[in-house]
């Protein structure tokens, strides 16, 4: 196990800050509060209008299905879930590789250069002229991105606390949520842009949301922050400190090899993390991509539906919020994840056993948004959070988003034409993803559970520390 190895300045100290126990001392020439909000507003802004763009480059395809994309490119069959499926090959490949990339060329460097390649691609999809283009196009996003997601959290997990990394780790999620609802809103008022210049409004999507992308990656590459140790907008003492309280070692010198990533595998509250996240994408990417289907089958006209899929994405925001003060204040995981995983059971049993009651298939949606989204940003940060040093994190965190995303291909193929209006298989597969999502995140929690344990008695009886090693 890859222990933390804390700054020798700051060992065997405490001090209190709101109310928690720090384990390392406050120097004089630093408030912590202070400092914790410089990081927040230096590290978080930007992370979040990334994933922004890279979430509504990946999910507009939902949006210019609605519109005439299939009928303009021929699309036949299941050709459409094809062109969902296909950004995933290279997405779950190369998040892993790409981490090790991350962590050898700095985090501004790579991400933004992720971004530029995955905004240039998007702006190239708007001018594609047949299926073959569109599966190119999806292909290569897919590629582009694959460094966004897991390396924010691998990054974001660097500079906090446990008992305050949720919160963090949440607002970086919940720009699903915002490019969701903005998503929605911006594809509105794209689909009277019908003909302009002579180009179809699902066109439209692409470019536009394209040329934002690029000028987000132009940016990025001066405001993407790096690793606590590499931040050269903190002084050296704030360096260390930073480093000291989040628990962070001093193995960032050294590279990683296979044999750091054979033994990853060897145990099991490792491995489950891949598993806990791949169940809970699957409801989280059949919302995603199929919210708009399924709203549309409720009566509403294509503008109708963009805006009625704002709502749910709202409630899951404010819910992802409270969620993530309540963790963190209890700092306790498994019980939220609990919740949220009730919340979209009740919502999807709803769905498959009512019909022709609009109002209440809608709240049902509402709850499936609130109770997967809830839960997966949960499951993300007690996983990662639970891992320690830059190998643990570094594989950790590429593992569980490469491996959990396969669940967006089961996702994908969810909800098919053939099966509207009532989409019982898809419903059916999304209520087996959560049973699944409970045995894992419960099978984990004993893991947990065992290791505090374990680790308190060799540390003989030294409870807290344990606690503060492994949340539960």
Not at 90 to 105: A, G, T
Not at 195 to 214: A, D, M, V
């Amino acid at each position: 196990m890859h222990r933390a190895d804390l700054d020798a300045p700051y060992l065997n100290e405490t001090c209190v800050v709101d109310g928690i126990i720090s384990p390392v001392q406050c120097p004089s020439s630093i408030n912590e509060k202070t400092l914790v909000r410089k990081i927040d507003r230096r590290l978080l802004p930007m992370l979040f209008v990334v994933y922004t763009a890279a979430f509504l480059d990946r999910v507009n395809i939902s949006n210019a299905l609605t519109m005439n994309l299939p009928q303009d490119l021929h699309l036949v069959g299941q050709q459409p879930n094809v062109a969902l499926t296909i950004f995933f090959v290279p997405y779950v490949i190369f998040e892993i590789p790409s981490n090790l990339l991350m962590k050898r060329l700095k985090p501004h460097i790579w991400m933004s250069g992720c971004v530029l390649a995955f905004g240039v691609v998007t702006l190239c999809q708007g001018f594609v002229q047949s299926y073959g283009g569109l599966l190119a196009t999806r292909f290569l996003l897919g590629l582009a991105e694959a460094g966004i997601f897991p390396g924010s959290f691998y990054l974001i997990s660097f500079w906090y606390k446990r008992e305050e990394s949720l919160q963090r780790f949440t607002i970086f999620y919940s720009s699903v949520l915002f490019a969701s609802a903005f998503g929605g809103l911006l594809a509105s008022a794209i689909a009277n842009m019908n003909g302009i210049h002579g180009l179809s409004n699902w066109r439209w999507i692409f470019i536009l949301e394209g040329i934002g992308t690029i000028l987000v990656g132009v940016v990025s590459y001066f405001w993407i922050s790096d690793f606590p140790e590499e931040a050269q907008w903190l002084t050296e003492e704030e360096r260390q400190f930073v480093r000291a309280r989040a628990g962070t070692d001093k193995e960032s010198a050294r590279a990683i090899t296979y044999h750091d990533i054979l033994w990853f595998f060897t145990d099991l509250k490792r491995i489950l993390g891949g598993i806990m996240y791949f169940s809970i994408v699957v409801p989280i990417y059949a919302y995603a991509y199929f919210a708009p289907t399924i709203i549309r089958t409720l009566g509403y006209s294509v503008v109708q539906t963009q805006l009625h899929s704002v709502p749910p994405v709202a409630a899951a925001f404010a819910l992802c919020l409270i969620v993530a003060y309540l963790s963190d204040f209890t700092r306790l995981r498994f019980p939220f994840i609990a919740f949220g995983t009730a919340l979209t059971l009740t919502g999807l049993v709803i769905l498959i056993t009512v019909h022709n009651f609009f109002s209440l298939q809608y709240a049902a949606l509402c709850l499936v948004a609130m109770g997967s989204f809830s839960a997966g940003i949960v499951i993300i940060c007690w996983y990662i959070m639970n891992l320690h040093g830059h190998t643990e994190r570094n594989i950790g965190t590429a593992w569980m988003i490469s491996f959990g995303n396969t669940g967006a291909i089961i996702a994908t193929f969810s909800f098919l034409k053939a099966d509207a209006p009532l989409y019982n298989k898809g419903y059916a597969i999304c209520i087996g993803a959560i049973c699944l999502t409970t045995l894992s995140t419960i099978t984990y929690a004993g893991l947990i559970w065992k290791e505090r344990r374990r680790m308190s008695r060799v540390t003989t009886g030294n409870e807290k520390e344990a606690i503060r090693y492994y949340t539960l």
